[in-house]
């Protein structure tokens, strides 16, 4: 919705990094609906994402969440792995069906039941998870998905509510489509004139009448940093809570944020279409803490802070009273997530990889802040940095740092990011290091001709921390290193297009 509305697109993010006069970088970067009031449950939820390529074990992580006091989880997937971490835990539990699954799941009603059966069932009856919503896809109408999910998201919806009824869990578990907040907008900005969009109107109000008949949530992403990161000239203050913005006055009703706003435009929405009384979800909200000259630790503990103050104090909007349900965005950083929509794609937790709280953040629950993961196990106490007999004139350095960012994580490199203020070797090392530590700390992987060395002294400064990886059982994120290196010859070619120009 314009500037004020919170869109998730696939955003190409284009950083160039300039180190020295050699090296030019391109980083791609449960609710009850009873008459006509709308009750929301209490406490909060968080998304926990497992694109990592060294993510803690699913006890660890489930033991953390206990330890905070969280307890609600959204899924992306129905991974068996994490169901049955949680069970017996208390937690009740959103699971996902990827995009690439409705297709399958709309054309066949056998596939939703064996889909339920196996991912839903199994561990509802026998393993003791408190499934209460299955999300059927994940922001299908977004533009840039050129409306390949256009076709089967209601189909796969039917299907899959049809395969929980058939197995008796029709009233215990809800299902719900997980909406990037541009399937409604406002022309005006203002919440009132909030309407579906255009292009999905008559689907969307298929999908607000099965919801409504089946008892089944409206769950909306809102995203008051993308709408920041999309406008330069957004104003920043609007993005928090702390009233210190200029406010919008709607008819009487002010909003001195972009999320009430936002929220309201959705409420409106619904209004305006006869589902006024649809229980509304927020399924992600956050703020990432690298990436972006915007993406650091003190927007991300104000704007955290901020959410959830108001939460815990049960404040809704101007046209919405009572307690928001949500779900954090997100509980840890995911190092091999897409950076196609930004380089703080990766930055969203609010622990780092290894379980570590980046920030003072009160949850509500009696926690004074934060407590970190109990049990994670390091590599050495060793880096790979830029060997100190190495030139910058050395015509592998451009090669070699394209090949290791393209393998690896770069994001905190670039302007105004935590290791920002890095010089050419900092950047050189940086990436070198990332590289040695995702790949385990191989001797192999330190071994960039004539540029690279192993040192036991920690070359961390300030606010750019050079990490050492923590331990797993397995080696996770096969598939998207593979996918990385192609992202990293294209990044090479760019960088030589560039030179060259």
């Known amino acids: 919705m314009s500037s004020m509305g919170s869109l998730k697109q696939g955003v190409v993010s284009r ?34 994402g497992t694109q990592a390529t060294h993510p803690l074990p699913p006890s660890t992580v489930v033991r953390m969440l206990k330890d905070n006091g969280i307890d609600r989880v959204k899924l992306f997937d129905a991974d068996s792995k994490y169901l049955n971490a949680l069970a017996n835990s208390g937690i009740q539990v959103m699971v996902g069906i990827p995009n690439e699954m409705l297709s399958t799941l709309a054309s066949s009603v056998q596939a939703a039941e064996n889909w339920v059966a196996k991912n839903v069932s199994s561990h509802v009856s026998s393993n003791g998870v408190d499934i209460r919503y299955v999300a059927v896809g994940n922001e299908p109408f977004l533009p840039t998905f050129n409306g390949t999910f ?6 796969a919806l039917q299907n899959i509510q049809a395969a929980l009824i058939k197995a008796g869990l029709g009233t215990r578990i809800k299902v719900t489509v997980p909406l990037n907040a541009d399937v409604y907008q406002s022309q005006s900005n203002l919440p009132s004139e909030g309407d579906l969009r255009t292009d999905i109107r008559d689907l969307m109000l298929q999908i607000l009448k099965f919801l409504s008949d089946n008892g089944g949530p409206f769950t909306v992403n809102i995203y008051p940093f993308i709408s920041l990161y999309k406008d330069p000239s957004f104003p920043i203050d609007f993005a928090f809570f702390d009233s210190n913005s200029s406010p919008i006055n709607d008819n009487g009703r002010v909003y001195e944020n972009v999320f009430d706003a936002n929220y309201d435009t959705l409420v409106w929405t619904l209004q305006k279409n006869g589902f006024g009384n649809l229980s509304i979800i927020v399924g992600e909200i956050g703020w990432p803490t690298d990436g972006d000259k915007n993406a650091n630790l003190k927007f991300a503990q104000r704007f955290n802070q901020g959410f959830m103050s108001r939460v815990n104090a049960g404040k809704g909007t101007p046209m919405r009273s009572g307690a928001i349900d949500a779900y954090l965005f997100s509980l840890i950083d995911e190092d091999a997530k897409s950076i196609q929509p930004g380089n703080f794609e990766r930055h969203w937790g609010l622990f780092y990889f290894d379980g570590q709280p980046k920030y003072q953040l009160s949850l509500g629950n009696g926690r004074n802040g934060l407590v970190a993961a109990k049990d994670v196990h390091y590599l050495a106490q060793k880096w790979c940095v830029m060997s100190p007999s190495a030139s910058l004139d050395d015509p592998q350095v451009a090669a070699s740092v394209s090949y290791a960012c393209g393998n690896a994580d770069c994001t905190s490199l670039g302007y105004g990011t935590s290791c920002g203020s890095l010089d050419a070797r900092g950047n050189i090392s940086y990436a070198f290091n990332s590289y040695y530590q995702i790949n385990n700390q191989l001797d192999s992987a330190c071994r960039f001709p004539n540029l690279s060395a192993v040192t036991t002294t920690n070359p961390s400064t300030g606010d750019c921390q050079f990490r050492i990886m923590i331990k797993t059982d397995t080696t996770a994120g096969a598939g998207e290193r593979r996918l990385s290196r192609s ?13 060259i120009m």
């Open 150 to 155: 256009i076709g089967t998201t209601l189909p």
């Open 487 to 499: 992202v990293g010859l294209l990044a090479y070619i760019l960088t030589f297009v560039f030179i």
């Open 15 to 48: 950083r160039k990094l300039l180190v020295g006069l050699l090296l030019l970088f391109y980083f791609y970067g449960g609710v009850l609906l009873i008459m006509d009031c709308v009750v929301v449950v209490s406490g909060i939820g968080v998304n926990w």
